[in-house]
């Protein structure tokens, strides 16, 4: 995380800068709310509070997917698609087998 007022450039587990001491919180580009470093959303209005090292794995697929697999997904997807089934579960608990 990269420090507002001097810009040296933290650890993302930072709470304070490791330069000048400053409190490393990401005010929200939305309303403005500060919010602790390691949240990824606005705790006062819920707006992303933009790009962190934990984002980058939830890039879009096309992004990390290779594309010979992703022709193979597309050419098969009637075939991946699966079935559905309607089933019935039952849950039972009987009178004192929680203890066992």
Same mark, same amino acid.
């Given at each position: 995380?990269?420090?507002?007022?001097?810009?040296?450039?933290? &650890?993302?587990?930072?709470?304070?800068?490791?330069?000048?001491?400053?409190?490393?919180?990401?005010?929200?580009? +939305?309303?403005?709310? /500060?919010?602790? /470093?390691?949240?990824?959303?606005?705790?006062?209005?819920? *707006?992303?509070?933009?790009? !962190?090292?934990?984002? *980058?794995?939830? *890039? *879009?697929?096309?992004?990390? &997917?290779? &594309?010979?697999? +992703?022709?193979?997904?597309?050419?098969?997807? !009637? !075939?991946?698609? %699966?079935?559905?089934?309607?089933?019935?579960?039952?849950?039972?608990?009987?009178? %004192?087998?929680?203890?066992?």
């Amino acid at each position: 995380m990269q420090c507002p007022r001097c810009q040296h450039d933290n &650890t993302p587990a930072a709470k304070f800068c490791g330069e000048c001491g400053g409190r490393l919180d990401a005010a929200c580009a +939305a309303c403005g709310t /500060p919010n602790p /470093p390691l949240n990824k959303f606005c705790q006062e209005c819920g *707006a992303a509070l933009g790009a !962190s090292a934990g984002e *980058a794995r939830f *890039a *879009a697929p096309e992004a990390y &997917t290779p &594309t010979h697999l +992703a022709r193979k997904i597309l050419t098969a997807r !009637s !075939s991946l698609a %699966g079935e559905r089934k309607k089933v019935t579960v039952l849950f039972a608990d009987l009178k %004192g087998s929680l203890e066992l």
